[in-house]
C-alpha cells in the first residue's frame, strides 16, 4: 500500500525497503511556548490525540511570554500523544513535549526510545527553539526543524532560517503549517527519512 496514493516513483528510497522500515515508531514533537506542538499532533493523529491542556491563569503571568501568541489561553502542562499511520509497515507514536521551562523535566523520559525529534520554531520568535537544538544536539538524537509558517508573519527562506538558528548542513529544515496536514506528514516523512539515513546497516 502506497501512502496518500503515491506511485513508486514519488516515495522517498526508505519507503520502498520494507525491510527497514519500523512497525512502530516513537516520535518526539518539541519546541518553545505557544509554537504549535499540540496543533501539529491534532493535525495529523488518526486517534483522539490525547492532550495536557490546562487552563492559564494569572500565577503565570510572570513565566510565559504571551506577547507573540495573546490569544493563547490553555497550555500543555504534560504531553500530547497522537498516531498517524504512514503505510502498511510504518506507524508513527507522536509524543509533543510541554514547552514552558519548568516542566523541561520531563523531556528525558519522553523522548526515551525515539527514534527522532521535530524541533518547531516560530520566525517572530526563534530564540525560544534554541533549548531544543542544545538539547537533541547534545543527546545525539535525529532531528528536524519545522517552521510553523504562521499567517500574517514574513515568510523567511530555508537557508535563511538554517542560518539564523546554525542548523547545521545535515539537519534537515522545512517550512511547514501545523494546521495543514499535508505539511505536517511532510515534515515527520523528512525526520523519519533522516534518521534512517543515520542509522547503520
Not at 519507503?15 to 491534532?42: E, H, L, M, Y
Not at 514547552?99 to 525515539?114: K, S, T
Not at 525529534?117 to 525560544?128: F, G, K, P, S
Request: with cysteine; glycine share 6%; hydrophobic share 45%.
Amino acid at each position: 500500500m502506497d501512502f496518500a496514493g503515491s506511485d513508486t516513483e514519488t516515495l522517498q528510497e526508505w519507503q520502498k525497503d520494507r525491510g527497514r522500515a519500523p512497525i512502530a515508531t516513537k516520535i518526539v514533537v518539541a519546541g518553545g511556548f505557544g509554537v504549535g506542538k499540540t496543533t501539529f499532533v491534532s493535525a495529523v493523529s488518526e486517534i483522539e490525540p490525547l492532550t495536557t491542556e490546562a487552563l492559564m491563569t494569572q500565577a503565570s503571568e510572570e513565566t510565559d511570554d504571551l506577547a507573540a501568541t495573546p490569544e493563547k489561553n490553555t497550555t500543555t502542562v504534560a504531553m500530547d500523544f497522537g498516531r498517524i499511520t504512514l503505510d502498511a509497515d510504518l506507524v508513527l507514536y507522536l509524543f509533543g513535549t510541554p514547552g514552558q521551562q519548568r516542566f523541561w523535566f520531563m523531556w528525558d523520559d519522553l523522548v526515551r526510545g525515539a527514534i527522532g525529534a521535530i524541533v518547531m520554531a516560530d520566525t517572530r520568535r526563534l530564540e525560544d527553539c534554541f533549548p531544543a537544538l542544545d538539547y537533541f544536539e547534545s543527546c545525539g538524537l535525529p532531528y528536524v526543524v519545522a517552521v510553523n509558517h504562521f499567517e500574517g508573519t514574513a515568510y523567511y527562506e530555508v537557508d535563511d532560517v538554517r542560518e539564523a538558528l546554525s542548523v547545521p548542513d545535515r539537519v534537515p529544515v522545512v517550512i511547514m503549517d501545523a494546521r495543514n496536514r499535508v505539511t505536517v506528514i511532510d515534515s515527520l516523512m523528512a525526520l523519519v527519512g533522516h534518521a534512517v539515513e543515520l542509522t547503520p546497516a
